[in-house]
């Protein structure tokens, strides 16, 4: 079956402007969580989603939202871009969210604001 | 805060030695995870332990479980330079959340 799918792969953005991340899990998983990742932080933990509703959130601005939509697909959007949003943000989907027996995760998208 | 302090945080070696990286917390977690990621890609699972004690074996990695479920191991023997990557250790606590490790950067040199 299809893996974890996220888009775009590399995306390159000016201070103050917006993006917005999607994700496609694996078909049937309805869990779908967001990472950033940095090499001074590692994975931090963004939010996850789970039929549509927000079931947890990390410790992040109100800059950072996502959704989830009816056939599971996820987007996050992060507003107001600052350098430091500069990272590799990850996308993992899973049948039960966390506390379940693993994730998969996307390739991810590569963002670097300039 | 939990934390999940991982052991060592780099590591370079030879082709066909062994080593162990360690995950460590003073608290319990009713499961933990092993990921591999390689550069530009996302983690990839490579094995969940769930018993206190439990050791679990992937070819040349071998993964264990502490008895107290407060901490884990993994054990590579013979490396090659295919297990080159990060390794990424995650454990499920009580409130069914995920608390990662900040990671082991391992590069085998052939």
């Known amino acids: 079956k299809a893996g974890v799918t996220q888009t775009p792969r590399y995306l390159i953005k000016t201070r103050g402007q917006q993006v917005t991340l999607s994700c496609s899990p694996i078909?049937?998983?309805?869990?779908v969580s967001w990472y950033q990742q940095t090499p001074g932080q590692g994975l931090q933990f963004l939010f996850e989603?789970?039929?549509?509703?927000?079931?947890n959130k990390g410790n992040f601005p109100g800059r950072f939202s996502g959704r989830q939509f009816s056939n599971s697909r996820s987007e996050m959007n992060v507003s107001t871009l600052e350098l430091g949003d500069s990272a590799l943000y990850l996308c993992?989907?899973?049948?039960?969210?966390?506390?379940?027996?693993?994730?998969?995760f996307g390739s991810g998208t590569r963002l670097t604001v300039v | 805060t939990q934390l999940l302090e991982q052991s060592p945080q780099f590591l370079s070696i030879q082709e066909g030695e062994n080593l162990t990286v360690y995950c460590n917390s003073s608290?319990?977690?009713?499961?933990l995870q092993w990921y591999r990621q390689e550069p530009g890609e996302g983690p990839v699972l490579l094995v969940t332990?769930?018993?206190g004690g439990e050791v679990k074996k992937l070819k040349r990695l071998t993964f264990q479980f502490g008895d107290a479920r407060k901490d884990s191991s993994l054990h590579i023997t013979a490396a090659q330079p295919g297990d080159t990557g990060l390794y990424l250790c995650?454990?499920?606590?009580?409130?069914?959340?995920?608390?990662w490790g900040a990671g082991t950067k391992l590069i085998i040199k052939p």
């Open positions: 993992a989907s899973s049948s039960l969210g966390q506390g379940n027996y693993g994730y998969t």
């Open positions: 078909s049937g998983h309805r869990s």
């Open positions: 989603y789970f039929s549509e509703t927000q079931r």
């Open positions: 608290s319990v977690f009713s499961s």
């Open positions: 332990v769930v018993t």
């Open positions: 995650a454990g499920v606590n009580s409130n069914y959340q995920l608390i």
